[in-house]
């Protein structure tokens, strides 16, 4: 159920029953009980698409064509959540990364059937994850077959 604009205040409401009490409201409410009512559904708007570091906001209602839409904008993080966020994505990559390191540590026994070059070079690879510069875009290393 979308919100509505009353059109003699501009007062915003969810919930048309609690705006007109004394009034019965049918549902579903159809667009001539509006009219009668006064009132102008408020439609979503188009949503600009965040980047990672941005939130999306709803702003007020605009009207566009006769018709009245919630605006969205984006807001830029500020630095200090930027660098909160990253290091909780570092803290994910390390997790990550030891994850495999552990699932792989059988490989390192010495009577393991595997290519021990290979499965250390994979293993380092892993270990040198945290080297990367974006921890939002892992590039991981594929183990041995």
């Known amino acids: 159920m979308p919100d509505f604009r009353i059109r003699a205040s501009g007062e915003i409401v969810s919930d048309l029953q609690r705006a007109f009490p004394h009034i019965s409201i049918p ?3 159809s667009a001539n009980d509006l009219e009668a009512l006064g009132v102008d ?3 979503e708007g188009p949503q600009p698409v965040p980047t990672r570091f941005q939130s999306l906001v709803r702003g007020g209602p605009t009207q566009d064509g006769g018709l009245w839409f919630w605006g969205y904008s984006v807001v830029d993080w500020d630095a200090e959540v930027i660098a909160a966020e990253t290091e909780r994505q570092w803290a994910a990559v ?3 990364r030891n994850k495999k390191l552990y699932e792989s540590d059988w490989t ?3 009577d393991a059937p595997v ?3 290979a ?4 293993r380092q ?4 994850v ?3 510069s974006n921890p939002f875009n892992i590039i991981w290393p594929v183990p041995p077959e």
């Open 41 to 43: 559904p408020i439609l």
């Open 115 to 117: 290519d021990d070059i």
């Open 130 to 132: 945290t080297t990367q």
């Open 94 to 96: 390390r997790i990550e």
């Open 119 to 122: 499965w250390a070079v994979y």
């Open 125 to 128: 690879a892993l270990r040198d």
């Open 27 to 29: 549902q579903p409410v």
């Open 108 to 110: 390192q026994l010495a």
